[in-house]
T-cell receptor
Framework: EPEVTQTPSHQVTQMGQEVILRCVPISNHLYFYWYRQILGQKVEFLVSFYNNEISEKSEIFDDQFSVERPDGSNFTLKIRSTKLEDSAMYFC???????????FGPGTRLTVT | AQKVTQAQTEISVVEKEDVTLDCVYETRDTTYYLFWYKQPPSGELVFLIRRNSFDEQNEISGRYSWNFQKSTSSFNFTITASQVVDSAVYFCALMNNNAGNMLTFGGGTRLMVKP
């Protein structure tokens, strides 16, 4: 069964460093999302992406964040200068046309020290 | 603005007991979608069910059943004859029918099923 994949599974970085989190959505899906979950808290929406542009973004998704679909398969989230409070699990999700359920990847645990 | 509330932060049951997880939502839209996701200890988010706002028919899938009541803005989830493998955090989520189609999650209910 097709699934969303994410790499790396765990990333440790120092405050102020740039990180890129990678996702490979399900192959025929056209809608892509990033969410984050701070440890023990609820899942929060960051950004949605369709047709090579951002459809919607939350207040969390400030100028330090950016997304890109560099090729036909990858969907990336970049954090330009990480802060301690960026430590969280980051989930990528994708959705097909005509369906509403989003399928999530296994997540990347980002630890900023 | 939309909001999802899961009032039960943690529930503990003994195996074979039935358990109901509550979900209440708020939205101004007339068309919306409701979801339940399971997050086992391994951390991934597993899609369980989607319900459209115009379809109030309840659904049963094996030991799982869902009760959608528009009049009370609730979408409750019942596990019958719970098993240890059901132990997880369960999230209820709401999606409106707009361009972004973002999911708004509730705070989650941690279910612990003891043998």
């Amino acid at each position: 069964e097709p699934e969303v994949t994410q790499t790396p599974s765990h990333q440790v970085t120092q405050m102020g460093q740039e990180v890129i989190l990678r996702c490979v959505p399900i192959s025929n899906h056209l809608y892509f999302y990033w969410y984050r979950q701070i440890l023990g808290q609820k899942v929060e929406f960051l950004v949605s992406f369709y047709n090579n542009e951002i459809s919607e973004k939350s207040e969390i998704f400030d100028d330090q964040f950016s997304v890109e679909r560099p090729d036909g398969s990858n969907f990336t989230l970049k954090i330009r200068s990480t802060k301690l409070e960026d430590s969280a699990m980051y989930f990528c999700a994708s959705r097909g046309t005509g369906v509403n359920e989003q399928y999530f990847g296994p997540g990347t645990r980002l630890t900023v020290t | 603005a939309q909001k999802v509330t899961q009032a039960q932060t943690e529930i503990s049951v003994v195996e074979k007991e039935d358990v109901t997880l509550d979900c209440v939502y708020e939205t101004r839209d007339t068309t919306y979608y409701l979801f339940w996701y399971k997050q086992p200890p391994s951390g991934e988010l597993v899609f369980l069910i989607r319900r459209n706002s115009f379809d109030e028919q309840n659904e049963i899938s094996g030991r799982y059943s869902w009760n959608f009541q528009k009049s009370t803005s609730s979408f409750n989830f019942t596990i019958t004859a719970s098993q240890v493998v059901d132990s997880a955090v369960y999230f209820c989520a709401l999606m409106n029918n707009n361009a972004g189609n973002m999911l708004t999650f509730g705070g989650g209910t941690r279910l612990m099923v003891k043998p």
